[in-house]
T-cell receptor, first 112, second 114 residues
Framework: DAKTTQPPSMDCAEGRAANLPCNHS???????VYWYRQIHSQGPQYIIH???NNETNEMASLIITEDRKSSTLILPHATLRDTAVYYC?????????????FGQGTRLTINP | DVKVTQSSRYLVKRTGEKVFLECVQD?????MFWYRQDPGLGLRLIYF???????EKGDIPEGYSVSREKKERFSLILESASTNQTSMYLC?????????????FGPGTRLTVL
């Protein structure tokens, strides 16, 4: 699986959009970009994933650059409950079960 | 909504005890996983199962075994608990389908072995 690079920490004001970048310059054509987050002492929570096109769901938006070498997760109106470690992962297409490998992630702090 | 539940949030056991961690998912997922998470080491896969009665070793299976008698339930067994098995244990499940499999996690069990 391709490696990802994320900033170790970010701050965002409550109510503003939080934009979390991820670099995955060695991504290959059949790898998906996934985002998870983990709030302290809880299990990881799936947020969103995409292959080529931008994606949006009730939690967030995922913007993938045209060359697919980087992406941005957008939380449109951050709340204090969005304070967590956010993990960007790229994973190969596979029919079978495959493990998740988390990097260091970005520790996002939402400030009141 | 996918729901993955784990039998305990916190557990304290003594060295040498046999420990059972239970995981149940309600979305008819074929794949189930057991990970442990330790500071600085990230997620490490212990075992996974892609069907009832099927199991595969992950990266760190030593000292653990698993059981999957029903599709919705995946149990992790510590045959003889040791202090180095003190950790956060996370269960996940996913649907087996073409494309990337999205894994959904339970809340975790924080196990302390004294």
């Amino acid at each position: 699986d391709a490696k990802t690079t994320q900033p170790p920490s970010m701050d965002c004001a409550e109510g503003r959009a939080a934009n979390l970048p991820c670099n995955h310059s060695t991504i290959s054509g059949n790898e998906y970009v996934y985002w998870y987050r983990q709030i302290h002492s809880q299990g990881p929570q799936y947020i969103i994933h995409g292959l080529k096109n931008n994606e949006t769901n009730e939690m967030a938006s995922l913007i993938i650059t045209e060359d697919r070498k980087s992406s941005t997760l957008i939380l449109p109106h951050a709340t204090l409950r969005d304070t967590a470690v956010y993990y960007c992962i790229v994973r190969v297409f596979n029919q079978g079960a495959q493990k998740l490998v988390f990097g260091q992630g970005t520790r996002l702090t939402i400030n009141p | 909504d996918v729901k993955v539940t784990q039998s305990s949030r916190y557990l304290v056991k003594r060295t040498g005890e046999k420990v059972f961690l239970e995981c149940v998912q309600d979305m008819d997922h074929e794949n189930m996983f057991w990970y442990r998470q330790d500071p600085g080491l990230g997620l490490r896969l212990i075992y996974f199962s892609y069907d009832v009665k099927m199991k595969e070793k992950g990266d760190i299976p030593e000292g653990y075994s698993v059981s999957r008698e029903k599709k919705e339930r995946f149990s992790l067994i510590l045959e003889s608990a040791s202090t180095n098995q003190t950790s956060m244990y996370l269960c996940a499940s996913s649907l087996r389908q073409g494309g990337a499999d999205t894994q959904y996690f339970g809340p975790g069990t924080r196990l302390t072995v004294l």
